[in-house]
């Protein structure tokens, strides 16, 4: 059996998510072999992406596609436009999706992108060229049935719209190729809110097990984009109290309850939560320390580190972005007595609703809202009773029940196709 390596803050993301994969490989007892193929990555591809620039210059930057296993079904995962979006950090984000997949029992495998660029430096026409070309590059690995990208931080409905059309250009129309594009071009109703609304509706069972009522409770929200400004939304409109929320600029605090409807409409004309009237301002590392019930990292990742787990005050911690939380933090929040809903479950609906909008493209039907929302809902609340249920068996805590299960189903398909 091979020997796991003590957590440390010098990790990268891929060896932090591997750390998971790692201990919970020891406690399942997975043979040597296939804890080997499912702790790599099955292929990478880095593509160079000049960027023509509207004062006719030339920029060039990196992108990179990760196919991380694809035992389950085709590759599926998003694609994010970053500075800190490099090979290490797309290998991680592209794991995640092999284990949420699993964990949310769709038929698809993970993946993952990223452009390592700076969007606010680009015009809109400049990104679209650069999407264009991104895709173009990557095209010869991807495709409906092998891979299929979506939006992450700093890309939109518009995005995949592009990504689309550059695609169909080769291949012919192809909706199939992107989900998370716009309604008008064969997206899925639903699928804007479905990873906040999966956050709130894991939450409203956790709130629900712990015996209490959403409106005992009071709610900050790290990042303020698709997946946390929704979230907030739907928070509220269950009867959390939201009492901070942050995006890059900076973070608000208004502690008889932010106005969220009030609060998107400022967003809308500001660009920013900054400002918004009767809140108070308060800093991105303050909003993650602050005494409130639940906190809901919903930006970026390692937000919680060793350097502050100890200073987190919230009971429990909803991990709506992909990785917020270094091993090393994650141990210190379990001796703290903080109850974490690990990212591969508590964001893992915008993934099923992408499934449904990858179902519904290729058999060319359309569902309806409520249809997409039961069906989140079934997805969302089953997995959520299989990881409470295993976490009680097993006695772990419930990021190492969600690995479980989610390990023992690849691990499975990968035997049963012989490919390990
Ligand atoms: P987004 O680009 O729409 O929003 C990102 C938000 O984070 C913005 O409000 C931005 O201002 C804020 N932000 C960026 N840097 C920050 C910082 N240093 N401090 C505080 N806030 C900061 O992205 P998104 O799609 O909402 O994704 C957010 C997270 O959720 C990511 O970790 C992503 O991987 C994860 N996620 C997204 C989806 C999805 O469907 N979009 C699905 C699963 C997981």
Sequence with gaps: MATIPEPHEGMTPFESVNFFFHDVADRIGLDDQTRDVLSGTYREIRVQVPIRKDDGGLETVYGYRVQHNGARGPY????????????EEVRALASLMTWKTALIDIPFGGAKGGIQVDVSALSSAELERMTRRYMSQV???????????????????????????AYGQRAGHTPAIVTGKPVELGGSLGREAATGRGVIMVLDEAVRDAGKQPDDITVAIQGFGNVGSWAARLAASGGYRVVAVSDVRGGIIQ???????????????????????????????????????????????EVITKQNAGEVKAGMVVEAA?????????QILLDNGVTVLPDILANAGGVTVSYFEWTQNIQQFSWDLDRVNAELGRHMRTAYSQVKRYAAANDVDLRRAAFSLAVERVATAAHLRGYV
Excluded: C
């Design 76 to 87: 599926k995962g998003g694609v994010r436009y970053h500075p800190t979006a490099d090979l």
């Design 139 to 165: 095209s010869y690995i991807v495709g409906e049935h092998r891979d299929i990208m979506a939006p992450d931080v700093n890309t939109n409905a518009q995005t995949m719209a592009w990504m689309m059309d």
């Design 255 to 301: 502690s008889g309850g932010l106005d969220v409807a009030g609060l998107i409409g400022h967003v809308r004309e500001a660009g920013s939560v900054v400002g918004f009237s009767g809140s108070d301002p308060i800093g991105n590392d303050e909003l993650l320390e602050l005494e409130v019930d639940v906190l809901i990292p919903a930006a970026l990742g």
């Design 322 to 330: 992909n990785h917020p939380v270094t091993p090393v933090a994650d």
